[in-house]
């Protein structure tokens, strides 16, 4: 496997104190960016960051449409524009859904299983070198904090659309660990 770019650290810089949205944003755009390099790297030049959108949504024997609209939380034309990008790239293929004739399924191609076990591997070699760069123990910790805040905003699979802040679930969510967090860095902008 051809191995990432030395560019697995954020390019953006970070002020500092402020709100959650950059600090959750960028580096998920950042990971992103690495996939669609790491998967160009591996001969899939044509698949956009986009397309995992649903290629991580599509089960082993196939999914409709509707449902990877759902997962996706994405409107249907969105999704239908994907697969038909998808498969006239070769790594989704329409066949017959045994449950509904008239329905169709989305699976993947060999080419797109293929394109989907790099993508694994891309990701799990981005979490080793964040893991270096905050240390092992603290990016696990960050990623059991992000799973719990999941829950806490979509219990049970729930529709994310219907979620209001409450902050006694927040309180819930955070009261078990202290923050290290007690300040901004010198000079930082709030």
Known sequence: MTPLPDRSRPRRRWRGAGHIGPLLRDPALTLNELVSEGLAAEGFADFRPAHGTIGQHIADGGSRVTELAELAQVSKPTIVYLVNDLERLGYVER??????????????TERGARAQRAGREIVARIER???ELIGREDFDTLKVLLGRLHEGLWPEGGDPSRWAPQPERLTAITSSRPST??????GSVS
Do not use: C, I, N, Q
Not at 181 to 186: C, D, G, I, Q, R
């Open 181 to 186: 967090l007690t300040s901004a860095p010198k």
């Open 95 to 108: 066949v017959p859904d045994p449950e509904d004739g008239r329905a169709k399924l989305v699976r993947m």
């Open 129 to 131: 070198d964040w893991a």
